[in-house]
């Protein structure tokens, strides 16, 4: 990115909100649910060896222990100057069977919503992220009508017990990604391979979340719900190729439109979570990146795209939260300049007149990355795998004075 373009200070507008995101599967630590009786079934473990791999790097396992620490986590949180913060709650917590109710769990998430109010946090709150309680998976997940049943009980049980502490409510996260990966790529569980059953969840998940904002609206008429939707930039890899570009179509279909399309009447703003361009190739030669401009996990760094993804989603008419962006980048050495890049096409989107709210940083801490395990590092803060010691990375830092200044300098 040219320099010239920081020239000047940036400024964002007043009450923008500045965060980290996390979820709780994949910080908390100690969580039954159909993940974890994935990550260690025996035909993933023989998979993951075949490949060369330990299997335990693959496991979930204690995480980075935030149910225990959680206060500590939002002091982090409050030390990089940031107003919000973006949690998850685990519903295989709060119903670990089909008809029990966690009284402890309900509790803890309110001490946890509680003690991020004292620290002045917004909370931004995921009430579904993937996982689920595994006699709902064992009924046949969500490509069963009953899981939008299900999952409204669980809405209900939220609603009353610690909707008062949610600022902003995310009724499902990234869902199409989740309908794509786990029924028809098949790469999380239950591993399917079916158009039919991805359509399935897909309907399922359109249904829960449009009956969950009816419902939180019904109890609190001013809420601000929304889903979060992975938003990355496609681009057929050969403009003239005719076949690509249909190809980027429908992938940009299924992958951004189609969910927004359907619930536009039930959203209150738009979640977009941006990480790359995605280029898609049909035929050889397949694009090769510059490795300096890859993250640890191979992910091209085009800040751009997040300036064209916002332009595309500002036709929804709605305020635009972005709830993630960050990269994988153990030694630090990218990400300062990461964030700074992808905040300039931020503000530069938000003086075309796109509005654009606020910016949350994925992640507060390295966390487990689902299928790719534990090596890829997106936090600002490393977590020690033994110890769960929390060390600051200098970026956090870089970041903490952006979340102050509300300004790029
Ligand atoms: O870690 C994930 C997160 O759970 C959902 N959005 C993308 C992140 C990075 O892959």
Request: charged share 30%; net charge positive.
């Amino acid at each position: 990115m040219n320099n010239e373009n920081f020239e000047k200070e940036i400024k964002f507008p007043d009450g923008f909100l500045w965060g980290t995101s996390t979820s709780a599967y994949q910080i908390e630590g100690g969580i039954t649910n159909d993940w974890s009786e994935w990550e260690k079934s025996e035909g993933r473990s023989k998979k993951l060896e075949k490949k060369g791999k330990n299997p335990k790097d693959y496991i979930c396992g204690k995480a980075c222990d935030s149910y225990n620490r959680y206060k500590e986590d939002l002091d982090l949180a409050v030390s990089l100057n940031s107003n919000s913060i973006r949690i998850g709650i685990e519903w295989a917590r709060i119903q670990p069977k089909k008809d029990v109710w966690d009284v402890e769990a309900i509790n803890h998430y309110r001490d946890v919503l509680q003690e991020a109010k004292k620290r002045n946090l917004k909370t931004v709150v995921t009430l579904w992220h993937w996982t689920n309680p595994v006699w709902l998976a064992r009924e046949g997940g969500w490509t069963k009508k009953s899981a939008v049943e299900h999952y409204l009980k669980y809405v209900d049980l939220i609603i009353e017990n610690l909707g008062g502490n949610i600022d902003f409510w995310v009724t499902l996260n990234e869902p199409m990604l989740f309908a794509n990966y786990s029924y028809f790529l098949g790469y999380f569980p239950p591993n399917k391979h079916s158009f039919f059953k991805f359509k399935k969840a897909t309907n399922n998940l359109i249904k829960a979340h449009i009956k969950a904002y009816e419902k939180i609206h019904n109890f609190f008429p001013n809420a601000n719900v929304s889903i979060t939707n992975l938003s990355n930039y496609f681009e057929p890899a050969r403009k003239w190729f005719a076949p690509e570009q249909l190809f980027k179509k429908i992938v940009a279909y299924y992958g951004i439109n189609k969910f927004f399309n359907k619930i536009n009447n039930y959203i209150d703003f738009i979640g977009v979570d941006y990480y790359r361009r995605i280029n898609l190739s049909l035929i050889p030669p397949f694009i090769k990146r510059d490795k300096d401009n890859i993250t640890d996990m191979g992910w091209e760094i085009f800040p751009e795209g997040l300036f064209y993804v916002l332009k595309e989603l500002s036709k929804y008419k709605k305020p635009i939260y972005i709830l993630e962006n960050g990269l994988a980048d153990e030694s630090d050495k990218k990400r300062m300049q990461f964030i700074k890049d992808h905040l300039y096409y931020v503000h530069k989107a938000i003086s075309e007149g796109i509005d654009v709210r606020g910016y949350f940083y994925w992640s507060l801490l390295d966390n487990f990355e689902w299928d790719k395990g534990w090596s890829p590092k997106f936090g600002l803060f490393a977590v020690d795998r033994d110890t769960f010691e929390r060390k600051k990375r200098p970026s956090a830092d870089f970041y903490a004075e952006i979340c102050r200044s509300n300004s790029i300098k």
